[in-house]
């Protein structure tokens, strides 16, 4: 991908799809902020993105001190019943490693449609 931080390699991206876009998207990162970018055919970035800059369970994560927090795997729709109403959103996977390099997994949702709104992370 020609996008992202060139310095650096570049992993640890969650994939998903959007029914009515073709192009492949992408949480570019996870904490304290939740940047979704679409990708060209050509590797690039196109000018969309979204960001979720106020979520505090991610804001906590991102303040603790020595904890790294990234992507990991490919989000799944995932359908949550929200009193009479289904929610309609994707369900993906965190992972944080903290300064001893202990890995800690954690699931998170957010929103099906623009803006990719985070709307609830697991306990570790």
Not at 27 to 40: D, E, F, I, L, W
């Amino acid at each position: 991908l020609e996008c992202g931080l060139g310095w650096r390699p570049q992993k640890n991206w969650i994939h998903f799809s959007v029914p009515d876009d073709s192009r492949p998207h992408f949480v570019h990162t996870v904490a304290p902020q939740h940047r979704v970018v679409t990708v060209a055919a050509d590797g690039s970035c196109e000018n969309d993105e979204w960001l979720t800059e106020d979520y505090p369970p991610f804001l906590a994560l991102a303040a603790a001190p020595g904890v790294r927090v990234s992507g990991s795997a490919t989000a799944v729709r995932w359908n949550r019943q929200q009193g009479a109403s289904v929610a309609d959103e994707f369900l993906a996977l965190l992972h944080t490693k903290d300064a001893q390099g202990r890995y800690t997994t954690m699931a998170y949702t957010f929103s099906a449609r623009p803006p990719f709104s985070v709307s609830a992370v697991s306990r570790p």
